[in-house]
C-alpha cells in the first residue's frame, strides 16, 4: 500500500522559498497523478496543483508565479517549491497520490510557518 | 473559479441517525470527457483529508456501505444512513473539472 511522507523546514521566513518534499513508499511516482494541497490552520483546502507523466504540470492560478511541482524518479520524491513568502502561505501542506486527478491517497501533512 | 458552496456548516447528528450534506457548484461540473468529477473528502480532527466518493457516486477502496452519494450538474449530496461515532469530522466536496480544482468551505459533522 502506498504511502507517503512530507518533510521539510517548518519555518520559513517572509520572501523566502518555501521547499518541501514528499517521500513516496510502496508505489512507483513514475506514474499516476501526484497533487500539493494546502490547509490554513483552522481553515478549508486549497489545491496547488500537480503533475504527472513525469514532468507535465498544472498550477492554481492564484499561485501560479511562484509554485514549482517535481519529481525526483531515482529517490521517488515529489517536490514543491514556493517562492516569495508571506504570512498567508502559512499551512499544512499535504501531498496525495490521485486516482486519476482526484487526490486519493494524502500524507500526514506538514506545518509550515512563515515568520521572521 | 468553480465555487463549491456546501450547506449546512455544521450538522449535530443522533449516533444511529442519517446525516446529509449538499455541495452545490456556481456552475455544471460535467466536463468534456462526459464525466463528472465531484469528489467527497473526510477529515477527522487532526487527520489528513480521506477520500470517500469519486466522480459523484463512487465509493473509494475501504469506504464503509453507509456512505452514498448522488447528484448531478451542479448539485451534490453525500449521506450517511446511520452516522457512527468514527464519522465526526469535516467533509468537503471538491470539483476536479475545471482548473483550479476547488473545495467546499467544509461541513462539520458532530454528535448531539
Known amino acids: 500500500q502506498v504511502q507517503l511522507q512530507e518533510s521539510g523546514p517548518g519555518l520559513v521566513k517572509p520572501s523566502e522559498t518555501l521547499s518541501l518534499t514528499c517521500t513516496v513508499s510502496?508505489?512507483?511516482?513514475?506514474?499516476?497523478?501526484w497533487t500539493w494541497i494546502r490547509q490554513p490552520p483552522g481553515r478549508g483546502l486549497e489545491w496547488i496543483g500537480y503533475?504527472?507523466?513525469?514532468?507535465?504540470?498544472n498550477y492554481n492560478p492564484s499561485l501560479k508565479s511562484r509554485v514549482t511541482i517535481s519529481v525526483d524518479t531515482s529517490k521517488n520524491q515529489l517536490s514543491l517549491k514556493l517562492s516569495s513568502v508571506t504570512a498567508a502561505d502559512t499551512a499544512v501542506y499535504y501531498c496525495a497520490r490521485g486516482k486519476g486527478v482526484v487526490p486519493s491517497v494524502w500524507g500526514q501533512g506538514t506545518l509550515v510557518t512563515v515568520s521572521s | 473559479d468553480i465555487v463549491m458552496t456546501q450547506t449546512p456548516l455544521s450538522s449535530p447528528v443522533t449516533l444511529g441517525q442519517p446525516a446529509s450534506i449538499s455541495c452545490r457548484s456556481s456552475q455544471s461540473l460535467v466536463h468534456s470527457d462526459g464525466n463528472t468529477y465531484l469528489s467527497w473528502f473526510q477529515q477527522r480532527p487532526g487527520q489528513p483529508p480521506r477520500l470517500l466518493i469519486y466522480k459523484i457516486s463512487n465509493r473509494f477502496s475501504g469506504v464503509p456501505d453507509r456512505f452514498s452519494a448522488s447528484g448531478a450538474g451542479t448539485d451534490f449530496t453525500l449521506k450517511i444512513s446511520r452516522v457512527e461515532a468514527e464519522d465526526v469530522g469535516v467533509y468537503y466536496c471538491m470539483q476536479a473539472t475545471q482548473f483550479p480544482y476547488t473545495f467546499g468551505q467544509g461541513t462539520k459533522l458532530e454528535i448531539k
Open positions: 503533475i504527472y507523466n513525469r514532468g507535465s504540470t
Open positions: 510502496g508505489g512507483s511516482i513514475s506514474s499516476d497523478y
